[in-house]
């Protein structure tokens, strides 16, 4: 994982550097892109990391991190992973029953399960 912080606005070329696929999370400010802005608290995904290139905003802070892809398939439902769908069920149900261990100090806040739009 790479952490890059700027206060300027600057060209960032990284992509010769990483391998495999990568994330970028934008925790303040921005970055443009092929034409397009990305502000804060936004996350975009590449499979090709030679695509790491990108103009970062004035005081702008930012996660990169990834690798090489896993070789089984991994399913994905909010913020459940797992290569096993059953075992995704499963933790969905835990959830909305809230059966999960609490965090320390955060005991009464409860985030519910999202609605997501059917496709």
Same mark, same amino acid.
């Given at each position: 994982m790479l952490e890059i912080k700027s206060k300027t606005r600057q060209k960032?070329?990284?992509g010769g550097?990483? %391998?495999?696929?990568?994330?970028? %999370?934008?925790l303040e400010g921005g970055i443009e892109s092929e034409g397009h802005?990305?502000?804060a608290k936004q996350m975009l995904?590449?499979?090709?990391?030679?695509?790491c290139e990108f103009i970062i905003q004035l005081n702008s802070s930012l996660y990169i991190f990834g690798g090489e892809p896993f070789?089984?398939?991994r399913f994905i439902d909010w913020n459940f992973v797992s290569t096993d769908k059953g075992l995704i069920d499963k933790a969905k149900q835990d959830w909305k029953a809230q059966e999960f261990d609490k965090i320390m100090g955060d005991e009464t806040e409860f985030i519910p399960y999202p609605t997501f739009p059917k496709r």
């Amino acid at each position: 994982m790479l952490e890059i912080k700027s206060k300027t606005r600057q060209k960032i070329s990284i992509g010769g550097h990483l %391998y495999g696929e990568s994330g970028l %999370y934008l925790l303040e400010g921005g970055i443009e892109s092929e034409g397009h802005e990305y502000g804060a608290k936004q996350m975009l995904v590449t499979k090709d990391s030679h695509l790491c290139e990108f103009i970062i905003q004035l005081n702008s802070s930012l996660y990169i991190f990834g690798g090489e892809p896993f070789p089984e398939e991994r399913f994905i439902d909010w913020n459940f992973v797992s290569t096993d769908k059953g075992l995704i069920d499963k933790a969905k149900q835990d959830w909305k029953a809230q059966e999960f261990d609490k965090i320390m100090g955060d005991e009464t806040e409860f985030i519910p399960y999202p609605t997501f739009p059917k496709r």
